[in-house]
């Protein structure tokens, strides 16, 4: 886009993320399949689960101690307590074959199941043996104390993990609980990785002067692998037309979306738009965005595939992957709920010394964080954004806000962690 | 331990742990191997991995522009631009065959290699086309200006990433950026995970009355690959002091850590003490944790092997292996470094109701996590702490810490993030 006066004008990150998400419903996804929960561990649920069952199935107590009718403790003090008759005691995972009449009370453990006329366990510190047939209740239980009640963990016909959720350790042993033992989970979307560029060589291969390795699709490997994609190398091309297109069309084909990397000069990415525009509707969405670094980044969809041009810079490659294109992997991987989640990646911290900022333009600069008196720092990384190893040293990048010429030594300001 | 008066006295978190990782200088660990680093994300590594070379192997632009001596600029103004000769135009990926002459520039595109005689690169923006041989350059470029130096992003034999490091997927770029295309790491480390107790079964059979399922071996399988080691399911044993020990004595002679979960009552925490205690020095380090919930926690060495004996209620599991397991893992995974870590787990939110707790220990309460004006806030999930579905409902769990009887509504919270 240009202005008035004919300046290139750049799209701000939030208006393109906009564009991009507004496509969000229509893109494709991967098909369900049925796994083992032992195997679906991070993956996404596809359908709600409902307990098949009450949770638990019987009246369970939660101490050690003895089943009772809390109405013969009441009152029960240490001077003058409740003294009541040991009728049995529950083994554990036994059903008890009897019914407690007034003024007993049986043995039970952590997890037993209560027995017919009690209501409650009283905790074994709360008690005083008289003799085998009997014990002091020094103090009174209220009815429910230390039991946890048919169905109250789950109700038979309960949604206990929607659709959309990301299945976490928890998540399984609950299922587990419930006697699931297999989950309906969506497989992971396969990414294509396109490495491109005439300059650009494998890391095994010797470089010549003014060649450099293949460095984002290693990156962009781990990236896709951490956001719960699949990656899948296609290959180092040369900035040819008709090359580039043809494994553009077959990762198109073969893959939930396309990720394009190397050359970072303005032919080569004006060669990417010009291939993502030829291939379909509605290509190109955004081409060049108001971010440092970043800002070469294309954006595109293809028939309902996302498709992206990376910059060529490799901490250009981190920044734009975390805020364009992993949003649009979690939606196409299924993940559909509001869970908090931005603390997870994102925390604050005082910067540790002034940075300033071009105006009109989001900035994310590489940090390690220290703590500093029981207060979080992030110190800045000098050296130019193109090198590769300044985010190898990083523990996070601090963000500068669009709207800010700069921050101020020991503001907040927010830290993306690199995990 | 007891106290004068004969009461149980808990050891605190903080004392446990320390007494935990006293040991871990000699615990066993697993070996190395050395892989491709596209199979090696998420590993760390086992040697410090030197630059072989330096990076970049030539003075790189990092902009479309011209190559030139900045003297050649200096003073350059919109009204009394330089006039510069064009020599040539610098291929992408070939070694520039002439030396710049005062007076002389040569077109160059990002990525590309300096000529002798340039020392920075002016931006296509800042130049003005003549004719066919020459641009006027309408701003000066200081030495250096817009050009990585060889070797600025790495120096030949310096230590880009140390031992003990968890390779990201910027690592992995910045080692094929270098041409290392394997790396040193550490094999995962194998857990053993053993299920006790007399009522529980597992989840795929029907419960009887008493009886409650295996949910705690399936949580703990998801805690372990999420902290990066590999669970090794030995199955579900009844409470009988040799079957338990048999088993134990496998899983010591075959795994680096050995977890044992399943019955809480006292009887089945004894057992697994003894046995702990049988099996070799030092044995149990600590039995009973002021910690709610997860009171019942047992930990121990056998040489060099950590023990641990899991308290039975699901979301004590989850949280005494947050505490105690995940670090002494980390350790024996090789982990290496005081990389800042606490806040890609843990984030401070304001409390969103008073919560009363015990004197004299730590507790932790599920919480659902929310923004309010921009503020974060943790609100607590009621339900008693031996549900399953708690933690389901859960984001993270906030920590009222030892020393304190609760919190006060709006009060900040440190809360630890379920992943």
Chains 1, 2 share one sequence.
């Not at 198109?252 to 738009?273: E, F, H, Q, W």
Request: glycine share 10%; charged share 25%.
């Amino acid at each position: 886009m240009r202005d008035m006066l004919g300046r290139e004008e750049l799209i701000t990150v939030e208006k393109a993320l906009e564009i991009l998400l507004s496509y969000a419903p229509l893109l494709k996804r991967p098909d369900e399949i049925l796994l083992p929960i032992n195997d679906s561990y991070g993956l996404i649920t596809s359908r709600d689960i409902n307990s098949p069952e009450n949770l638990p199935s019987f009246n369970r107590s939660t101490v050690d101690g003895f089943a009772v009718n809390s109405a013969d403790t009441f009152g029960a003090t240490e001077s003058f307590p409740a003294y009541l008759n040991i009728k049995a005691e529950i083994l554990m995972g036994e059903e008890p074959q009897f019914k407690l009449e007034k003024g007993e009370i049986a043995k039970i453990a952590t997890g037993g199941m209560l027995p017919e006329g009690a209501d409650s366990v009283v905790m074994l510190e709360h008690t005083q043996r008289v003799d085998e047939k009997m014990i002091e209740v020094l103090k009174p239980v209220s009815p429910g104390e230390n039991v946890i009640q048919i169905g109250e963990d789950a109700m038979k016909g309960e949604c206990i993990i929607r659709s959309g959720h990301r299945l976490r350790p928890q998540d399984a042993g609950a299922l587990a609980g419930l006697g699931i033992t297999d989950a309906w989970v969506y497989k992971k979307p396969l990414v294509s990785v396109i490495s491109t560029g005439d300059e650009i060589v494998p890391p095994d291969k010797p470089v010549r002067p003014g060649q450099v390795r293949d460095i984002n699709s290693y990156t962009l490997t781990g990236l896709i692998l951490n956001a719960g994609g699949i990656p899948v190398k296609k290959g180092l091309f040369i900035d040819k037309y008709e090359i580039i297109k043809d494994v553009v069309e077959d990762s198109l084909r073969n893959s939930y979306m396309v990720l394009i990397t190397g050359g970072s000069s303005v032919g080569t990415k004006d060669l990417t738009a010009k291939i993502i525009n030829d291939m379909g509707k509605p290509g190109v969405l955004f081409h060049g965005v108001s971010l440092k670094p970043g800002k070469p980044m294309i954006g595109g969809v293809v028939d309902n595939i996302p498709i992206f041009g990376l910059p060529g810079h490799p901490a250009a490659v981190n920044v734009c992957f975390e805020i364009f294109i992993r949003p649009v992997l979690e939606i196409q991987s299924g993940v559909n709920e509001k869970r908090f989640d931005r603390g997870k990646r994102t925390i604050q911290a005082r910067i540790a010394r002034n940075i300033s900022s071009g105006p009109g333009r989001e900035e994310h600069i590489g940090v390690t964080l220290e703590e500093r008196n029981g207060e979080l720092w992030a110190v800045p990384l000098l050296g130019k954004s193109g090198l590769i190893t300044t985010l190898t040293k990083a523990d996070g990048t601090a963000v500068i806000p669009l709207r800010k010429l700069g921050v101020q030594e020991g503001e907040i300001v927010e830290v993306r962690l690199l995990t």
